[in-house]
């Protein structure tokens, strides 16, 4: 405004528009530099306190950030919100879970690939496939959405539709393995072994994996501990989603 004044009072209007935008412009980049800073300096003891299982402690945290500099970060508070329910998705947690991955599922491979999991838990398969697809369009690069979905479709008896769907996963990715050996098993009709997915299939069903590990007496991280292990949690403008 005070750009904008300055130069009516010297140039007149028409010549104040573009100076007074480029400052607006100026102003909110560098603003979101800073709030990106503040943000990553405040999340970066989120995963140690995850990998120890302070859950309350990492949510009661995360909470704090979003109600901070959730007004002053494009997407912050839907990144924010989907990671609340990333936690309690691998706590198997589903009903919590989900109205936070709502929220937080723009652009979110990750949210709507346990939203559209949750989906499937409930019966819901139409909507599920329909949140997979959302998924894929998301991050076509990440190959854990073409796994989990053809995967549950195989488990169904619709091997035709899995086909399918893994014949899109190697279209974006054609040279990745556990596509072209998942879509190998599907068509010859074998059995799906998902150990031999990890953990591209256990994040998304912890309790498939607790099962496994009570009956094996494993002490085996749990896959929130190996997630959080791999990274902490990102947020801000450089990790925002990509349109």
């Known amino acids: ?19 007074a935008i480029g400052v607006v412009v100026l102003a909110m980049f560098l603003l979101a530099r ?3 800073a503040q943000v990553t300096a405040e999340l970066q ?65 990750v949210a ?9 838990r409930k019966g819901r398969k139409d909507a599920a496939v329909k949140r997979f697809e959302s ?8 190959p854990t959405v073409y796994v989990v979905w053809a995967t549950l479709l195989a488990r169904d008896g619709q091997h ?7 014949t899109d ?6 040279d990745n393995k556990v596509l072209t050996d998942l879509k190998s098993r599907v068509a010859n009709k074998k059995k799906i072994d998902v150990d031999r997915l990890g953990e591209a299939w256990y994040q998304y069903f912890p309790e498939e994996y ?15 501990q190996q997630q959080m292990q791999q990274q902490a949690p990102r947020f801000g403008a450089r990790h925002a989603p990509r349109r």
Do not use: H
Not at 112 to 120: A, M, R, S, V
């Open 1 to 19: 405004m005070a750009v904008f004044a300055g130069i009516t009072a010297w140039l007149g209007p028409v010549a104040a528009v573009v100076p």
């Open 34 to 36: 800073r709030t990106n």
């Open 45 to 109: 003891g989120i995963a140690p306190l995850l990998q120890a299982r302070r859950i309350d402690e990492a949510q009661t945290k995360l909470v704090r950030v979003k109600e901070q500099y959730g007004r002053w970060q494009f997407l912050l508070a839907g990144q924010v919100d989907a990671q609340l329910g990333v936690i309690d998705y691998l706590q198997t947690r589903f009903d919590e879970a989900a109205p936070k991955l709502e929220k937080g599922k723009f652009r979110n491979p």
């Open 112 to 120: 709507l690939t346990c939203l559209g999991c949750i989906d499937w």
């Open 135 to 142: 998924a894929a369009a998301a991050s076509s690069q990440d």
């Open 160 to 166: 035709a539709e899995a086909l399918k769907a893994l």
């Open 169 to 174: 996963g190697l279209k974006a990715l054609p």
């Open 210 to 224: 607790a099962q496994k590990m009570m009956m094996r007496g494993s002490r085996v991280p749990s896959p929130m």
